[in-house]
């Protein structure tokens, strides 16, 4: 199947298993962003949603509840994607919510999250620079976690920021 396909049948199986708040979340939350994101960079790394998860539900320190544009999770290894656009909502926010906006990220890293931050314009414009990030960053996880054989030399990652090539931790 291609990517709409496969899309559709992610969203679904996310909007099924959902009631109340974390239904409307991922029906009002799930936008072009996060549809971009999967499209130009996830999707042409992977070919498939194996183990994300939108608009994903956390326990807030105050109590409360937060989301997530996406989580990775497997064992032991839990990666936040957030997908951030300029407008409205970074550009006429208030002091108390960029402070608030800035604790969410520290208590997530805090309870053991990887966070991994892109702008909308670096999905739409720079989405290979994307790819880089999200295959380092998973590679550097699960490297050293898994079954050489059962991870793909994309998940692995093969190169730095710089380009470089890394050493491999398979034997």
Same mark, same amino acid.
């Given at each position: 199947?291609? @990517?709409?396909?496969?899309?559709?049948?992610?969203?679904?199986?996310?909007?099924?298993?959902?009631?109340?708040?974390? +239904?409307?979340?991922?029906?009002?939350?799930?936008?072009?962003?996060?549809?971009? @994101?999967?499209?130009?960079?996830? #999707?042409? +790394?992977?070919?498939?949603?194996?183990? +994300?998860?939108?608009?994903?539900?956390?326990?807030?320190?105050?109590?409360?509840?937060?989301?997530?544009?996406?989580?990775?999770?497997?064992?032991?290894?839990?990666?936040?994607?957030?997908?951030?656009?300029?407008? $409205?909502? @970074?550009?006429?926010?208030?002091? #108390?919510? @960029?402070?608030?906006?800035?604790?969410?990220?520290?208590?997530?890293?805090?309870?053991? #999250?990887?966070?991994?931050?892109?702008?909308?314009?670096?999905?739409?414009?720079?989405?290979?620079?994307?790819?880089?990030?999200?295959?380092?960053?998973?590679?550097?996880?699960?490297?050293?976690?898994?079954?050489?054989?059962?991870?793909?030399?994309?998940?692995?990652?093969?190169?730095?920021?710089?380009?470089?090539?890394?050493?491999?931790?398979? $034997?």
């Amino acid at each position: 199947m291609g @990517f709409e396909e496969e899309y559709q049948a992610f969203l679904n199986a996310h909007l099924q298993a959902r009631t109340g708040e974390r +239904l409307r979340r991922l029906q009002e939350g799930h936008d072009q962003a996060e549809m971009l @994101f999967l499209k130009q960079v996830w #999707w042409p +790394l992977f070919f498939h949603f194996k183990y +994300l998860h939108p608009e994903y539900e956390v326990d807030d320190f105050k109590d409360g509840k937060r989301y997530l544009d996406f989580a990775y999770i497997r064992p032991g290894i839990r990666i936040c994607l957030e997908i951030d656009g300029y407008g $409205p909502h @970074f550009k006429n926010i208030s002091r #108390w919510q @960029f402070s608030d906006n800035l604790e969410r990220q520290n208590q997530l890293m805090i309870d053991g #999250w990887t966070v991994i931050r892109f702008s909308y314009d670096q999905v739409k414009e720079k989405p290979r620079r994307c790819q880089q990030i999200v295959q380092q960053v998973i590679g550097q996880r699960l490297g050293d976690e898994l079954d050489p054989t059962s991870l793909s030399i994309v998940e692995k990652g093969s190169t730095t920021a710089s380009g470089s090539k890394r050493r491999s931790h398979i $034997p």
